[in-house]
């Protein structure tokens, strides 16, 4: 009997119109583009600025071109997961709201949170499924709508985080293709350096929480940017060493976009050059869950079939990992 992979077949994606520039956030907080850019990386993001809508929005409009590409019925989805970290609503889930949206009437749907390594736990999930034998097409989905939770008043985080997300279909194949290994990790003991005190069942939401602006997203940098470049390091490591990869058979990696000095530390420590390195950062900041979706997205036309692909991406839990894929498609065939 032959061996059931998942592969990736298509790939959509969305981001805002409304483009925040680091000219704009030098006037909400005391920093400057030099500061921005020598620090993090980042030149703009794209923001969700229409009034009630939320991170379904994106997800859907990600979706619906993931469909448009791919040439897939509605009807023909047996499953969808959303990562994301911004859901619309505390309940129900935001995948169920996509499922009404896109009337996708013969799916279940469920979401994962992992914060920014939430599409890396949600790709192995979704390949799980397909590998099954019982599910056929599985969406994945990341993204985020951030400027929900982030202090527009702290500069630590306010220049970082961005709005997006993008889609993957997932299908069987039984060629030497597909999702081909994982390495997932989680570390409890990360959640003093980076959380959201309140809002949650520990903490709950009152006058105080809000006075106190306990809603967004805290951050001790020094600390993410240590524990980051090790775990990434290591996890792709792992990956490498476990398929007798060698430096030369990797095509690209895709890192998280957390943080220009964070990437550029990671490809440093793999000894991977620059030009196998997928990096958006600058354009599109750290849309959490969307940044890895989105780097494919961006950069698909590059992709050829049979391309050694590492994934790699840290959060706060902490949790991170690195995904090892071997490409399905030639790029060029989906352009956007």
């Known amino acids: 009997m032959q061996t059931i992979n998942a592969v990736i077949t298509g790939v959509g994606g969305y981001v805002p119109d409304y483009i925040l520039t680091n000219d704009e956030i030098s006037k909400m907080v005391d920093t400057t583009d030099e500061w ?86 949600a790709l192995e ?4 499924f397909i590998r099954s034998g019982k599910y056929k097409k599985v969406i994945v989905v990341g993204a985020d709508k951030m400027s929900t939770i982030i202090d527009y008043t702290d500069r630590a985080t306010c220049p970082i985080f961005a709005d997006g997300g993008a889609a993957f279909m997932l299908e069987p194949t039984t060629k030497n293709l597909g999702i081909m290994d994982s390495v997932l990790r989680t570390d409890g003991k990360g959640l003093p350096f980076l959380h959201i005190k309140a809002g949650g ?16 997203i805290y951050q001790e940098g020094r600390t993410v940017f240590k524990y980051a470049v090790a775990n990434m390091s290591d996890a792709c490591e792992a990956i490498i060493e476990r398929n007798h990869l060698s430096k030369d058979d990797i095509n690209w990696v895709i890192p998280h976009q957390a943080n220009q000095r964070i990437i550029s530390a990671v490809t440093q420590r793999l000894e991977v050059p620059s030009e196998k390195v997928m990096v958006n950062i600058e354009r599109f900041g750290n849309t959490s869950a969307g940044t890895l979706p989105l780097c494919i997205w961006d950069f698909e036309n590059r992709l050829k079939k049979g391309d050694n692909l590492i994934f790699t991406a840290f959060g706060a839990g902490f949790a991170w990992g690195a995904i090892y894929v071997k490409w399905g498609y030639d790029g060029q065939e989906n352009e956007k």
Do not use: W
Not at 50 to 78: E, F, H, M, N, W
Not at 125 to 128: F, H, I, S
Not at 205 to 210: G, W
């Open 201 to 216: 069942s520990v903490c709950e939401s009152s006058h105080y929480t809000l006075d106190n602006r306990m809603h967004y």
């Open 36 to 121: 921005i850019m020598g620090r993090i990386g980042i030149k703009e993001r794209h923001i969700l600025k229409d009034k009630g809508v939320g991170t379904s929005y994106i997800a859907r409009k990600a979706v619906k071109q993931l469909l448009q590409r791919t040439q897939t019925r509605p009807d023909d989805i047996d499953l969808i997961i959303v990562a994301t970290t911004t859901p619309d609503y505390r309940l129900p889930s935001t995948a169920s709201i996509l499922c009404d949206k896109l009337e996708l009437r013969h799916a279940f749907a469920f979401d994962m949170q992992a914060v920014c390594s939430g599409f890396l736990y």
């Open 125 to 128: 999930t979704g390949a799980n």
